[in-house]
């Protein structure tokens, strides 16, 4: 059958090892470094590709995916109607209503809109109430149609060029949260409408934090889309660093905050790439300027605080696929000092992968227990967790394969 659905006997589906040679070379990968990622041979890689193999069991297929940053799992196996995309999580309830918020512009106002400070309280309030949830889609989803809203109005609403500002800032801040909701969520274009939307607001705002806020999370959407934006999400990240730079020596906790961020930002691109050097020293100056802010500050839109760059370390080895540096790492991070629930829990994921990346797999599957107990809901829409665990499902160890199954159970990607 021919791409388009019409019999073609001369056509032949590629094979599952041509794939593979494709995705490895699309990215610039040698096979010497697939095979170290994978803890295999070069010639195992080479006759794979060569269909001098039969194609891998399952455990194997998700650890190549893993290794070439495959997002949908049809790319690498050809089967579209067994297709699971590894970084998409469920949709939830509140999806829908969160989208008609953000998509609407109604033409006339019909109540009076609240004032910039206002929204900003209910802003905070937000911000405080998705740290301490182990829920945390759940608060956000019943809170941001009404802010959305409301923000969209108080930016119509502005009477002088203070007020306006001020209500940009706001609403960018919006934007901001609702990434938070939509990441991993089925509506990758919504996610982009709102980053996008989020770094024009704060450019109207002319606000060094809000610019700033808003440019680490745009960064962070090119990253995630894949090698083909890596450059796009270094040049957001530079720009954002430059245009800050001149404000850092008089700045505040929270400017400081979110340029340490964006240095972290570029470190975790970096070691994306496998740029193990960059990686480490950009690492380096985000720890100097977390040592500037007050011990106890915790950024709550990023979460950069002297706390959390144990964490970002556990990640830039994991993204370098060093599985004992990513265990040493995890051993030498404090997750008692982080106040955030979601964030606590993303800690736990890293420090799951990179278990698996040292061969800990008990480990792994255990540390993906602490993360559900921490916070459902970031393990329940995490990629690298699901990716994990139905990997485990598979396992050739009963035992863990019972723990895995369980727990993909009550995230909901396996059926009870």
Do not use: C
């Not at 905050?257 to 020293?281: C, D, M, N, P, V």
């Not at 011990?295 to 839109?301: E, G, I, L, R």
């Not at 829990?345 to 990179?354: P, T, V």
């Amino acid at each position: 059958m021919s791409p388009d659905g019409t019999p073609d006997p001369g056509y032949a589906p590629v094979a599952f090892g041509q794939r593979m040679q494709i995705l490895r070379e699309r990215r610039g990968m040698t096979r010497e470094v697939l095979a170290g990622l994978l803890g295999m041979s070069v010639d195992w890689v080479k006759d794979m590709e060569r269909g001098r193999s039969r194609a891998p069991g399952v455990d194997m297929v998700f650890r190549i995916a893993d290794a070439l940053r495959v997002r949908e799992l049809a790319d690498l196996t050809g089967r579209p109607d067994r297709n699971i995309d590894l970084f998409v999580g469920p949709g939830h309830p509140q999806l829908a209503a969160v989208r008609a918020a953000v998509d609407a512009f109604p033409a006339t106002m019909d109540s009076a809109p609240p004032r910039p400070e206002h929204l900003a309280a209910r802003l905070t309030r937000a911000w405080t109430a998705r740290h301490k949830s182990p829920n945390h889609r759940d608060i956000l989803g019943a809170l941001l149609p009404d802010l959305i809203r409301d923000a969209q109005l108080a930016v119509r609403a502005a009477e002088t060029p203070v007020d306006w500002r001020a209500a940009q800032a706001i609403l960018a801040e919006v934007y901001s949260l609702s990434q938070f909701f939509l990441a991993y969520q089925p509506d990758a274009p919504l996610l982009w409408r709102v980053a996008e939307r989020s770094m024009v607001a704060a450019q109207q705002s002319d606000d060094p934090h809000t610019i700033g806020v808003s440019a680490w999370l745009l960064a962070q959407a090119h990253r995630d889309t894949g090698p083909a934006h890596y450059d796009t999400a270094d040049s957001v990240t530079r720009d954002a660093l430059a245009y800050l730079q001149p404000h850092l020596p008089d700045a505040d906790d929270r400017v400081l905050a979110i340029a340490g961020a964006l240095e972290f930002e570029a470190s975790y691109t970096a070691a994306r790439r496998g740029q193990k050097g960059t990686a480490w020293r950009r690492w380096d100056v985000a720890r100097e300027m977390a040592n500037r802010l007050p011990v106890d500050y915790f950024h709550p839109v990023t979460s950069f605080s002297r706390a959390i760059l144990g964490a970002h370390a556990v990640t830039v080895a994991v993204e370098l696929h060093s599985g004992p540096e990513s265990v040493r790492q995890a051993a030498r991070a404090d997750l008692s000092t982080i106040p955030s629930h979601p964030r606590r829990a993303r800690h736990r994921i890293e420090e799951a992968r990179g278990y698996r990346l040292d061969g800990q797999h008990e480990a792994a599957v255990a540390t993906l227990e602490k993360a559900h107990a921490s916070a459902p809901d970031t393990i329940r829409y995490n990629g690298y967790a699901r990716s994990l665990l139905l990997e485990e499902t598979e396992s050739k160890s009963a035992a863990r394969r019972r723990r895995a199954s369980d727990l993909a159970v009550r995230i909901g990607i396996l059926a009870a």
